[in-house]
């Protein structure tokens, strides 16, 4: 399947993708966020350790989780969307884990993470800055000479704090996460507050389940479909699974594709409750 015409990207140079699974060749946003509770409050808790992350009114403190929506982008019909609560100090190596387990990909391809400043001239309509900084898992590959041009740190020693609340960039940083670096599927993240010592309960969640996804749209995209593109294609062959062209991406994803499905695609399938289970299980311990 030829792959969807791409935009100009800026990315750091990667290593070639041993993943890569070749797909049979073939001729805005969500809608708003539910209310999840951030405003609510719960009973005096019996002990600090029942309610991480409250001062003594029982409000947000700055070790109370990020509330961030992470956006698949160029996805639409639905936007493919989840929100999270994601405690401060989970690096970003831990980061990635919790992405590939919220947007169901299959862990087989390279990723790296992107920090940009929002401009003043951004802003105003004017093109973005290059990012300032790329997170990678293991950035020892590069040359000398790719090392000068792009500014490479290793994902595990940041955390999702060091970024948010680096004074320079406080108030105008922005994470993306871009997997497989082929495809180009870039997660765009929007920082929207503090969770409330309410966040958890309202999904009927224990205290000390830091990593918890809040709402969501939209089934994950299919891995090796070529981006946003691609996707539309393998969505659009199985609303008419029987014609002669749409057979054979229908039977590629069936059987084939990493993250596919025999019993099918509905684009609209989303369950909060099943991708808290898989987190539950994931759950990281924050440091000593």
């Given at each position: ?182 495809d180009g599927w870039m997660h765009t993240f929007s920082l929207l507050g503090r969770a409330t010592p ?43 699974p029987r014609k002669a062209e749409s057979k054979e991406l229908v039977d590629w994803y069936k059987t ?33």
């Amino acid at each position: 399947m030829p792959k969807a015409q791409k935009g100009k990207k800026k990315a750091a140079p990667s290593r070639p993708d041993p993943c890569l699974l070749a797909m049979p060749t073939r001729g805005k946003s969500s809608e708003a966020v539910k209310d999840t509770g951030l405003g609510q409050t719960s009973p005096e808790p019996s002990s600090e350790a029942e309610r991480p992350g409250q001062n003594a009114l029982g409000q947000p403190d700055k070790t109370s989780n990020y509330i961030v929506m992470i956006k698949l982008d160029g996805t639409r019909n639905p936007t493919i969307t989840r929100l999270l609560s994601l405690p401060p100090w989970l690096t970003l190596d831990k980061v990635h884990e919790v992405l590939q387990i919220v947007f169901g990909w299959a862990r087989c391809h390279m990723h790296q993470f992107e920090i940009n400043l929002i401009t003043e001239e951004e802003l105003a309509g004017g093109w973005p800055a290059p990012p300032v900084m790329y997170l990678q898992l293991d950035p020892e590959y590069m040359s000398d000479d790719l090392q000068d041009d792009y500014k490479i740190e290793i994902e595990s020693e940041y955390t999702l704090a060091d970024i948010y609340e680096k004074p320079e960039w406080k108030n105008r940083v922005s994470i993306g996460y871009e997997y497989d670096l082929g495809d180009g599927w870039m997660h765009t993240f929007s920082l929207l507050g503090r969770a409330t010592p309410g966040t958890n309960a309202q999904l009927g969640a224990p205290n000390d389940i830091r990593v918890i996804c809040l709402d969501g749209h939209g089934h994950g995209a299919a891995e090796d479909s070529g981006g946003p593109g691609g996707w539309e294609a393998v969505k659009e062959a199985f609303k008419h699974p029987r014609k002669a062209e749409s057979k054979e991406l229908v039977d590629w994803y069936k059987t084939q594709c990493y993250n596919g499905s025999r019993k099918g695609l509905d684009p609209h399938d989303f369950d909060v409750m099943d991708l808290n289970d898989r987190l539950e299980a994931f759950q990281p311990k924050p440091p000593a």
